[in-house]
């Protein structure tokens, strides 16, 4: 069973960043967030892939950036410029099957998330 955990969560003003890392247990290639905000469906925010392509959810594109360091199985997220509206629990996920040398299907396993307010 793999243990991812999260972290760097807080509260900060609009316009400001915050940086999130999730700690991996082991050596997983497919990895992303994702966030929820109080009674909204969950949603993807940016996932990475195993060759390193990222892909991003249109309201986060050139404001967050997601990056991982294999050595350390973390994967971190860069939020800047942030906005009232990325207010919710963030999540890592980790875990997906390898179809093609891509990651596909669902995440295995997730963390138990980490708050983001942001105030206006």
């Known amino acids: 069973q793999v243990q991812v955990v999260e ?3 807080g509260s900060v003003q609009a ?3 915050l940086r999130l890392s999730c700690a991996a247990s082991g050596s997983i290639s497919c990895m992303g967030w994702f ?4 009674g909204e469906e969950r949603e993807g925010v940016a996932e990475i892939d195993r ?15 997601i990056s991982k360091d294999g050595t350390r199985n ?12 990325d207010t919710a629990m963030y999540y890592c996920a980790a875990g997906r099957t390898i179809v093609g ?6 995440y295995y396993y997730w963390g138990q998330g980490t708050q983001v ?4």
Do not use: H, I, W
């Open 15 to 17: 316009g400001g960043s």
């Open 117 to 120: 307010t942001v105030a206006s």
């Open 101 to 106: 040398g891509r990651c596909r299907g669902r």
């Open 35 to 38: 966030r929820q905000a109080p």
């Open 7 to 9: 972290s760097g969560g």
């Open 51 to 65: 060759d390193g392509s990222t892909s991003y959810t249109d309201s986060v594109k050139g404001r967050f950036t």
């Open 74 to 85: 973390t994967l971190y997220l860069q939020m800047n410029s942030l906005k009232p509206e």
